[in-house]
């Protein structure tokens, strides 16, 4: 391929070496060059959060990041978030306990954005919560227990 | 009716929280292309020619179709072909000149119907290649004025008249109030989570598409068709589809392109929707104009309801809302006219998203009735109350089940509604205006026949095998407890294998009755299945305790396979099938900044049986926000100058967020439908949307004073100075 | 041309050498240009990745505070120093996108970002501001996002950014640099007029860098905060917001600066309008008076005019909010 960048970052813990095209997106690096279909494409054009991942600890919008800025980074997916063992997350066991999804497309970027909520200092309130997790659509309308999944993993790390 | 647990986890959740569930763009076969779909800006008109050179030379491209293509690909258009197509839903019913006429196909030919067709599709080796080629190819087109046709007035559609006017003996006395008032509604799209997709590979002469579709065997009939080979050489997976509303119940031609497409260049093809392509490329709901004219007694008994509904079509669709169908039956009135006028128009053609129809008309119909009540200084809820039908008219038929009245007694208890008439602006908090709303929704309750598979196998879980989708519904769940419950097995021993073409035939996912379909079927293969082991392994009297699994090993068989099929709703009884509800909502706007937040919505419902509240709860709630969208904020309203759709992303186009969404307090009665099945459950995936919108606007009323006759409910009509109630007509 | 070529400077001065020539394009967190590159906006030769350049730094004196170009919106935002003296860039930045968006935003490029017109955005329409000259087809059938203030015969397309109509009552400063210069320019001189400056809206040449802004310190009594009004409760750009700076003392104002946003073709402030109150008591009186001045070059349009009751309800609300009235 002409113009080919080839970049090396680290997917779920383990370093990769890619060739990609210059005008790739993170979100289509990880989907197609990785196969790592978890991450979804809602609109790929940021408005939907159907793609955020982790870069560096820190949620993002895959669709959003050029793949050629991620050169010695970090990305988690949520391919990387169940155990090697197949071991649930408190906050996956939460959703499925909560019924926080309907079809399931927006989920894995909910669970991203709420992972990192966590990790940033969760609000006490229902309201700070849904605030902060506003970057995350979900046209099946599985918001009220999202929420509910998300205070009771925050509530248990208090 | 055993006692079961009656909400257990979606039988999904853990393949779906771990990323694991494939959707059909997660799919990519061996030498896979990507293919992308330029878009016509122009309504009306002819395409006078192309220049691809550019596009063909850049690297990576392997194609570029256009109607000029036709041919090679093997794409053409015959009334077989478009009879499965969600592009001649409603053709009947409106049975005009331009219904017998070729339905729309995209690349067809050099014409253009409307702004957004898809004029030529570019197959590169990857993404950014594909789009780069989009954007180098330029096109010549020959615009037109978009003709605006007169009105047609269709004949019956979704099981109703759509002109209708009949007398009807109530009590009501003398004429105290009439009133008439015009509503609107904007167009809406679906916007599922997922935009359509579908990957196509070719196996020899057999070929196989992942698909986000409703339903897996229209699919493979219309996709069959449109390749002239027999459905048996395609299969349609979609064991995971992300939402679909209706923009995936139909059978739209980018399925079937993606077929021919693969075909011609033997390679797969995958052809996934942009966000922009699900505004013209999948159906949509269009925008309303509707009449309503109510007169009453001094005692809210209603004398006349006449609803008058005007709505657009595409120029050679069919699918129009039917709006009045809740009018046609819902309440009692002494004289009720209802009548729908179509007007053909340069647009996609709509399609048929979350209780088309029922919606719309349901904020007309429910705003009039607040109308009235405030006219009549009346709860509006002793106004339904008075109106209430006992019986459904329209087609002279007792309910199967109706408790409408205990929805509102329940929902308005749980609520707090205080008795009587609220007065409007006489609630505040502070410097905010509080205001409560009702509505009360209707949705029928179908039921077709489907077939389900048991293959009880030594070694192996049980497996339940039916072509229908899972769009989120939880179809795979209650399937599960239905037989865990039927073969008194554990949940964890059963596998439901659903979405698969090649799977017993169920119908598509829509109009509510899936449940209705498939779990009868489902119970009748168990029941089937008992009497199977039974023959070849008779049970000594007394013995509940030996199990499917043990009674295959015991009787030395490896495998027994029983298929049962439903018969949809009885037919022996004339009944009228159903599901009822009433929304109560609680609103409180700041005026001086326009800023209207919903506070409460308590939904009381009447859907027969209810199978696992926790994922039914989920669906009505999913309902309700489609409501609290559709007051607030939704609008897909193209430019009059040349029909053209700008708000065709998730930005400009908004949809609730997590921020959007108050408590929602859902109230099931849970009375068993005594007919509709043993089961006694109806479809639950609509009934929470119609009336929700007016609830809202009910609600701003009583607020505000101002009345919401159109929606989107603008942030400027709340910001007013000075307050002022609305005089009513 | 179909590819770009990325050049990855490992410091500020080899950055402001790639992009000497006018050729190259600065990318920091890169979420407007990827945006904008899949609508089929025209791709530069060359894409300067300066996202690991060490601009970055939050540098705090009596003074003033200074933010490194680089700096996240996430970071600003939750910057101990502003959320206590400067809590209107903190509400402004958090009322705007979301979380993700505002970890990969730098602070550089949300000054820099581009108007949300679908005329602009779309490569079908005609659009002075993508392609110079070509017409504006806002012009001729505006919606209802389009400017009251700012608009020109160039464009009347809104300035989305909610921190920059913060940092604009806060009198911020833009430092740039080339390879052969360093200079400041109040915030209120960045962002041209539209037509003014050819396509660029902003004072920033091809060939620079903004480095760093500058916020002087206010005085401790002082309150600041940002009211944003949209359709949906978040995650969405303003129908009308402002950005107020108070002080309030004894019923009289002692200073006072208001930025509107979501109505104007830039961050917008009339300070001849904030004259009119300093010395006075606020009341809806003068508040109204106030917003008169405010709004009294407004450009309204049918689809538009809602723009103006919302933007006074605005400022009435949050100055009585802010002198705890």
């Known amino acids: 391929m002409a113009d080919a960048l080839t970049i090396g970052l680290t997917v779920n813990g383990r370093g990769v070496e890619v060739e990609i095209d210059p005008r790739r997106s993170l979100l289509d690096l990880l989907r197609e060059n990785l196969g790592l279909t978890g991450t979804k494409k809602g609109c790929d054009h940021g408005q939907c959060g159907a793609c955020t991942v982790h870069v560096d600890g820190e949620r993002r919008l895959s669709c959003l990041q050029f793949a050629a800025q991620m050169g010695g980074r970090s990305v988690t997916t949520i391919e990387g978030v169940t155990g090697d063992n197949g071991e649930l997350h408190p906050l996956q066991k939460a959703f499925v306990q909560h019924d926080a999804l309907q079809c399931g497309f927006c989920t894995p970027g909910q669970i991203m954005s709420a992972l990192a909520l966590l990790k940033e200092g969760c609000p006490t309130d229902a309201a700070g919560v849904r605030e902060l997790m506003s970057g995350n659509i979900c046209r099946c309308g599985a918001y009220e227990n999202i929420v509910k999944a998300v205070q009771e993993v925050a509530d248990g790390l208090r | ?729 | 041309m179909a590819s770009v070529e990325w050049v990855r400077p490992e410091s500020v001065e080899t950055a402001l050498a790639a992009l000497a020539d006018r050729v190259g394009q600065a990318v920091a967190g890169g979420t407007t240009l990827l945006d904008l590159l899949k609508m089929g906006h025209r791709l530069p030769e060359r894409f300067v990745d300066i996202s690991r350049l060490p601009l970055d730094q939050i540098v705090e004196t009596p003074g003033s505070f200074t933010v490194g170009a680089l700096v996240s919106n996430t970071a600003l935002a939750n910057h101990a120093v502003v959320r206590t003296a400067f809590p209107v860039i903190s509400e402004a930045i958090l009322s705007g996108a979301s979380q993700q968006i505002r970890n990969a935003a730098t602070i550089g490029g949300n000054i820099m970002q581009v108007v949300r017109c679908p005329y602009f955005r779309s490569t079908d329409w005609p659009c002075n501001l993508r392609s110079p000259g070509s017409g504006c087809e806002a012009m001729r059938a505006p919606l209802h996002s389009h400017a009251i203030l700012g608009t020109t015969a160039d464009c009347i397309a809104v300035h989305p950014s909610d921190m920059a109509v913060a940092l604009l009552a806060l009198d911020a400063i833009v430092h740039m640099r080339t390879a052969v210069a360093a200079w400041m320019i109040p915030l209120s001189e960045f962002y041209l007029e539209p037509g003014r400056g050819g396509e660029a809206r902003t004072a920033l040449p091809r060939d620079a860098l903004v480095t760093a802004i500058e916020i002087p310190r206010p005085v401790s009594a002082i309150r600041s905060g940002y009211l944003k009004l949209r359709g949906r409760a978040s995650y969405e750009f303003a129908t009308a917001s402002v950005a107020a700076v108070l002080l309030y003392r004894n019923e009289r104002v002692e200073a006072i600066s208001v930025g509107l946003g979501g109505v104007a073709t830039r961050p917008w402030r009339r300070q001849d309008a904030e004259r009119l109150l300093v010395g006075r008591k606020l009341d809806e009186g003068s508040i109204d008076r106030f917003c008169d001045a405010l709004l009294d070059d407004a450009d309204v349009r049918p689809e538009t005019g809602h723009k103006l009751a919302l933007a006074r309800g605005a400022v009435h609300r949050i100055l009585r909010s802010l002198a705890a009235l």
């Open chain 2, 1 to 729: 009716m055993s006692q079961m647990e009656s909400a257990p986890n979606r039988v999904d959740a853990i393949v779906k929280v771990s990323g694991a569930a494939r959707y059909a763009a997660d799919a990519k076969p061996a030498g896979m292309l990507f293919a992308l779909a330029l878009r016509s800006p122009a309504a009306r008109g002819r395409i006078k020619a192309f220049r691809l050179d550019a596009a063909r030379n850049l690297p990576g491209v392997r194609a570029i179709f256009t109607h000029e293509d036709r041919d090679r690909l093997g794409w053409g258009s015959s009334p077989e072909v478009d009879a499965l197509s969600g592009e001649v839903l409603g053709r009947a019913a409106m049975a005009d000149a331009a219904s017998q006429l070729p339905a729309y196909r995209p690349l067809l030919d050099a014409e253009i119907f409307f702004a957004g067709q898809w004029i030529a599709i570019v197959v590169a080796e990857q993404l950014e290649q594909a789009r780069a080629a989009l954007n180098a190819i330029e096109v010549d087109i020959e615009r037109s004025e978009a003709e605006r046709p007169d009105a047609v007035l269709p004949g019956p559609f979704f099981a109703g008249d759509m002109q209708h006017a009949r007398d009807d003996q109530t009590d009501a006395g003398p004429e105290a109030v009439h009133m008439k008032a015009t509503y609107s509604t904007p167009p809406q799209l679906h916007h599922p989570m997922e935009p359509s997709a579908t990957t196509a590979v070719w196996d020899g002469d057999r070929v196989t598409l992942y698909d986000s579709t409703q339903g897996t065997q229209a699919t493979r009939d219309y996709i069959a068709r449109s390749l002239g080979i027999e459905p048996d050489k395609v299969r349609v997976l979609a064991p995971y589809v992300g939402g679909g509303f209706g923009s995936k119940n139909q059978i739209w031609p980018h399925q079937a392109l993606a077929a021919h497409m693969a075909r011609v260049l033997a390679r797969p093809v995958r052809l996934q929707l942009t966000r922009p392509d699900m505004g013209v490329a999948s159906g949509y709901r269009s925008e309303t104009i509707q009449e309503v004219e109510l007169a009453a007694d001094a005692l809210g008994r209603l004398k006349l309801l006449r609803h008058v509904s005007t709505m657009p079509t595409s120029l050679r669709g069919g699918f129009f809302e039917p709006c009045g169908l809740n009018s046609l039956m819902l309440y009692k009135a002494g004289r009720i006219e209802v009548s729908h006028r179509v007007e053909r128009r340069a647009v996609a053609t709509p399609t048929p998203f979350r209780a088309p129809g029922e919606t719309p008309g349901s904020f007309a119909l429910e705003t009039a009735l607040d109308e009235l009540a405030v006219r009549l200084r009346m709860s509006p809820i002793d106004l339904r109350i008075s109106n209430h039908a006992d019986m459904d008219l329209y087609h002279q038929r007792p309910w199967s089940s109706n408790n409408l009245l205990e929805c509102y007694r329940q929902g308005a208890e749980r609520f707090g509604w205080p008795a009587g008439y609220i007065e409007p602006r006489s609630m505040t908090r502070g410097d905010l205006r509080i205001g409560f709303g009702m509505a009360t929704t209707a949705y029928p309750a179908p039921a077709l026949p489907a077939s389900v598979r048991l293959v009880l196998r030594m070694g192996s879980a049980l497996l339940v095998e039916t072509s229908a989708t899972d769009i989120g519904t939880g179809l795979r769940t209650i399937l599960t407890q239905t037989v865990a419950e039927g073969l008194g097995i554990d949940t964890d021993r059963i596998e439901v294998r659903l979405g698969d073409s090649s799977l017993p035939n169920a119908p598509t996912a829509g109009r509510s009755k899936l449940t209705a379909s498939v779990l009868p079927a489902a119970a009748q293969a168990c029941r089937l299945l008992l009497q199977e082991l039974e023959c070849i392994d008779p049970v000594p009297a007394g013995d509940n305790a030996t199990g499917p699994f043990e009674r295959l090993e015991r009787c030395g068989r490896r495998e027994i396979v029983v298929e049962a099929r439903s018969t949809g709703l009885p037919r022996d009884v004339p009944l009228s099938f159903y599901s009822f509800g009433a929304h109560f909502v609680k609103v409180e706007i700041d005026e001086l900044i326009g800023r209207l937040r919903v506070k409460r919505i308590v939904s009381a419902l009447d859907c027969g049986h209810i199978v696992n509240r926790k994922l039914a709860e989920s669906q009505i709630r999913g309902g309700i926000i489609f409501g609290i969208g559709m007051a607030l904020m939704e609008d897909a309203g193209r430019r009059a100058e040349d029909l053209r759709l700008l708000n065709d992303n998730l930005a400009d186009y908004a949809v609730p967020v997590h921020a959007d969404i108050p408590p929602i307090e859902v109230l099931f009665l849970e009375k068993p439908d005594p007919a509709i099945s043993d089961i006694g459950a109806r479809g639950i995936g609509e009934i929470g949307l119609p009336g929700l919108a007016a609830a809202i606007g009910n609600a701003v009323f009583n607020a505000v004073g101002r009345r919401c006759r159109s929606l989107p409910i603008p942030l400027a009509t709340l910001a007013a100075r000075p307050p002022r109630v609305d005089v009513e007509q």
